[in-house]
């Protein structure tokens, strides 16, 4: 137990700005923005700032270590004065007298607190009263046409879940969790330490208020299942690879009434063989013709979902030359309305590999025509 008298008078969420649903990658971003514009390189003898760093670097120091924001949750949680009224307010009035603690008072309290079974069941079975369900990290795979046009798809992944067997009740089909006796459902029991009263988690039920007495055989008790299952969900419209999509709800199964987790999924978009993506505009390349370069053309321009559109090039135009077509790109619908990329085009200009006899006459036609130019420039400035 590393808990500290910090722990109960200072809200580190607060220091950092975030809050306390803030997942790890959010903490780390709030500290680094922090900790860059208050570092005393950067504000030389501003005593304020200085102060202000080292408040963010100890709130981080917590908050950036799971087991260590687990254990200042827990303790924030059921607060010195107790679960009852204050719980979330802070400690309020409540002041500490250091002295009285020491020589291991403190920890002592703490230990005792946190002594029982409710610690070592691990992950979020842990602690006391209502507890979110952990976020479920999973990867998808999608076409490069369904990330672009959306798609209603199914996930599978194994993960905890509300077990099948007695639907996350954790007691045999059948038989039902009793009220415990001890707390009388409320988790947690009023405890006197001498001059200051607490609540501490109730040992019997272990902070759940209620026993089950015929443990269901799936999950032992638990109601919560790793399995095998499959998550339905709409990827939208214009997804990118490596985008993260959060589905609220859909992760592990919250304990004791608390809400279930998010499910985090992870996009993997597979290239398509003609198409790229920048943004939200496509991209293609087009042959061109010498020719139709030189001359100028209407050439077909294949799109990524309906039919080829035309578009004019004009005479002189280059290879790698790129060329818009407009409204043609990835359609995404946002919150101020409808975007529409453009599909961008990049012509490729092919040099013939084999000529035919018409084709070479042609092209040496064309090569003496040019020579000829040349030469009267040539003459032209000699003279
Ligand atoms: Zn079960
Ligand atoms: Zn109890």
């Known amino acids: 137990m590393t808990a500290q008298r910090e722990w109960f008078e200072k809200d580190y969420y607060k220091t950092l700005g975030v809050s306390k649903t803030s997942t790890d990658k959010e903490i780390k971003k709030a500290y680094r923005k922090l900790a860059g514009d208050l570092h005393p390189d950067k504000n030389p003898g501003n005593s304020v700032a200085e102060e202000k760093f080292k408040d963010v670097s100890a709130a981080y120091d917590v908050l950036g270590d799971e087991t260590k924001r687990k254990e200042y949750d827990e303790v924030r949680a059921i607060g010195p004065m107790g679960g009852g009224g204050n719980r979330g307010g802070g400690p309020g009035g409540f002041s ?84 415990c006796q001890n707390c009388g459902g409320r988790g947690v029991v009023d405890d006197n330490q001498g001059f200051f009263a607490m609540s501490t988690p109730c040992h019997v039920c272990n902070g759940a208020g209620s026993i089950i007495e015929y443990k269901c055989d799936t999950c032992r008790g638990t109601g919560i299942e790793r399995r095998p299952r499959e998550v339905k969900t709409r990827i939208p419209a214009g997804v990118k690879d490596g985008q993260t999509i959060r589905l609220k709800g859909r992760g592990s199964p919250g304990r004791h009434g608390g809400p279930a987790g998010d499910l985090l999924v992870q996009l993997k978009v597979t290239p398509h063989p003609r198409f790229g993506r920048n943004g939200d505009d496509l991209t293609v390349t087009v042959p061109v013709s010498f020719a139709d370069a030189a001359l100028g053309a209407e050439i077909d321009v294949p799109t990524l979902n309906g039919s080829p559109v035309t578009l004019r090039v004009k005479p002189g135009t280059q290879p790698g030359s790129r060329h818009r ?59």
């Open 325 to 383: 077509v407009k409204d043609k790109g990835v359609v995404r619908t946002t919150k101020s309305g409808t975007k529409r990329g453009h599909l961008i085009v990049t012509v490729d200009v092919v040099v013939p590999s084999e000529l035919n006899e018409a084709q070479r006459a042609a092209v040496e036609a064309f090569a003496a025509a040019s020579t000829v130019e040349s030469s009267d420039e040539a003459d032209g400035k000699a003279s």
């Open 96 to 179: 500490f007298n250091v002295g009285d603690m020491q020589g291991g008072g403190l920890g002592d309290l703490l230990g005792n607190v946190f002594g029982g079974g409710g610690r070592n069941r691990g992950g979020s079975s842990a602690g006391v009263g209502p507890r979110r369900g952990a976020d479920v990290e999973a990867q998808l795979t999608v076409d490069f046409e369904d990330a672009v046009a959306g798609i209603e798809t199914s996930l599978f992944l194994t993960a905890d879940a509300s077990c099948s067997t007695c639907s996350g009740s954790g007691a045999r089909p059948g038989t039902s969790p009793k009220v």
